[in-house]
């Protein structure tokens, strides 16, 4: 443990994918990626969307792999070898190259013959069990009716909704049941940091701000957390609340947001429970409720998606916030929460 702590704690270096890469090369990966993307569909006719026949290639592994194999080294390499690295790996088997990092998407078989069809079992393996439903009943519950132990939670609200005070409040019962809270603040003005900070030390979490830390930015806090889902640390106990995503992803981008979304979801697989907070549109269905920002793949890749529904009292200086489960894999009902001034 104390090996890993001080690799995370490193100013100039993580550990990404079992493999010693400075920031400056991360860096340059994210800057090459479109490059690379571009060459990939050029080559194969592969679009990254729905519509095509593979799924979306995870651009940083890929490339951290290219740099590994035609860099037999862990120090940093310069502007121009990097470029030709690249130039080289990917016009080479580039196919053979990429296949690894694709999942290919369901697809029928060929035709088949009636007799080959079995009726009574086709669809056993998507099939609502009662093992199922029983991970329902017998979900653990940090916060009744709102966060599930391991699970990949997101809280949507419209601006100005109260997501960040009520989840400061939230932070205060988890710490108080000796969970490790981390709630990484990338939307925050000075103002709001200053009493988040004070609030932290006061209940015993973590506030990570990186635009706060000098030559700092949100790339630095999402570098550290893939490094921790590229690991084979336990984070069971672990709380990671990422106020806002939209911050941390383009939400209109979909490779880009199914990949972050993957990553959440192998810090869940280590025991991790992750919160996300993200905004509605300006947009309402026709029945008059609120949409989440982002594509589909926000609402497929997570656990709960639960907007929060605000309503202010001028009178009686308060705010009501009151949740509306929309996707949930546990027995969820709404639970409202007041916010006096």
Same mark, same amino acid.
């Given at each position: 443990?104390?090996?890993?702590?001080? !690799?995370? @704690?490193?100013?100039? #270096?993580?550990? =990404? #994918?079992?493999?010693?890469?400075?920031?400056?090369?991360?860096?340059?990966?994210? &800057?090459?990626?479109? *490059?690379?993307?571009?060459? !990939?569909?050029?080559?194969?006719?592969?679009?990254?969307?729905?519509?095509?026949?593979?799924?979306?290639?995870?651009?940083?592994?890929?490339?951290?792999?290219?740099?590994?194999?035609?860099? +037999?080294?862990?120090?940093?390499?310069?502007?121009?070898?990097? @470029?030709?690295?690249?130039?080289?790996?990917?016009?080479?088997?580039?196919?053979?190259?990429?296949?690894? =990092?694709?999942?290919?998407?369901?697809k029928p078989p060929?035709?088949?013959?009636?007799?080959?069809?079995?009726?009574?079992?086709?669809?056993?393996?998507?099939?609502? &069990?009662?093992?199922?439903? @029983?991970?329902?009943?017998?979900?653990?519950?940090?916060?009744?009716?709102?966060?599930?132990?391991?699970?990949?939670?997101?809280?949507?609200?419209?601006?100005?909704? %109260?997501?960040?005070?009520?989840?400061?409040?939230?932070?205060?019962?988890?710490? &108080?049941?000796?969970?490790?809270?981390? =709630?990484i603040n990338v939307? %925050?003005?000075?103002?709001?940091?200053? $009493?988040?900070?004070?609030?932290?030390?006061t209940f015993g979490?973590?506030? !990570?701000?990186?635009?706060? $830390?000098?030559?700092?930015?949100? $790339?630095?806090?999402?570098?550290?957390? +893939?490094?921790?889902?590229?690991?084979?640390?336990?984070?069971?106990?672990?709380? =990671? *609340? *990422?106020?806002?995503?939209?911050?941390?992803?383009?939400?209109?981008?979909?490779?880009?947001?199914?990949?972050?979304?993957?990553?959440?979801?192998?810090?869940?697989?280590?025991?991790?429970? !992750?919160?996300?907070?993200?905004?509605?549109?300006?947009?309402?269905?026709?029945?008059?409720?609120?949409?989440?920002? %982002?594509?589909?793949?926000?609402?497929?890749?997570?656990?709960?998606?639960?907007?929060?529904?605000?309503?202010?009292?001028?009178?009686?200086?308060? #705010?009501?916030?009151?949740? /509306?489960?929309? /996707?949930?894999?546990?027995?969820?009902?709404?639970?409202?929460?007041?916010?006096?001034?």
């Open positions: 443990m104390k090996a890993d702590n001080n !690799i995370l @704690n490193s100013e100039t #270096q993580v550990i =990404y #994918q079992d493999n010693a890469c400075s920031l400056s090369r991360l860096n340059r990966l994210d &800057r090459f990626g479109n *490059i690379v993307r571009s060459r !990939i569909i050029d080559t194969t006719g592969w679009i990254f969307d729905d519509e095509s026949p593979k799924s979306d290639l995870n651009l940083d592994d890929f490339l951290i792999d290219l740099v590994k194999e035609d860099q +037999k080294s862990d120090t940093a390499i310069s502007h121009d070898d990097f @470029n030709s690295s690249v130039e080289t790996a990917t016009q080479s088997s580039l196919e053979e190259k990429c296949s690894k =990092y694709l999942v290919s998407d369901p060929d035709t088949l013959e009636s007799s080959d069809i079995d009726l009574d079992n086709f669809w056993s393996d998507l099939e609502l &069990r009662e093992e199922d439903v @029983n991970k329902m009943a017998d979900a653990n519950f940090l916060i009744d009716n709102m966060l599930v132990s391991g699970h990949v939670s997101v809280f949507i609200s419209k601006a100005g909704g %109260g997501k960040t005070t009520l989840f400061r409040y939230l932070c205060e019962n988890l710490a &108080r049941q000796g969970l490790r809270v981390t =709630y939307d %925050g003005n000075t103002g709001d940091l200053k $009493r988040h900070y004070k609030h932290a030390t979490y973590k506030v !990570i701000s990186p635009d706060s $830390r000098d030559g700092k930015n949100t $790339r630095d806090a999402l570098v550290k957390l +893939k490094t921790l889902a590229n690991s084979d640390i336990n984070l069971s106990g672990h709380v =990671y *609340i *990422i106020d806002t995503l939209k911050k941390f992803v383009d939400m209109l981008n979909k490779s880009k947001l199914k990949e972050t979304l993957q990553m959440f979801r192998k810090l869940s697989v280590k025991g991790a429970t !992750i919160v996300l907070l993200g905004h509605a549109n300006k947009f309402e269905d026709p029945d008059g409720n609120p949409l989440y920002e %982002g594509t589909a793949d926000l609402r497929n890749d997570v656990d709960e998606l639960i907007y929060l529904i605000f309503s202010k009292d001028e009178i009686n200086k308060s #705010q009501d916030i009151t949740t /509306k489960p929309d /996707k949930v894999r546990a027995t969820f009902e709404p639970v409202t929460y007041r916010i006096l001034f």
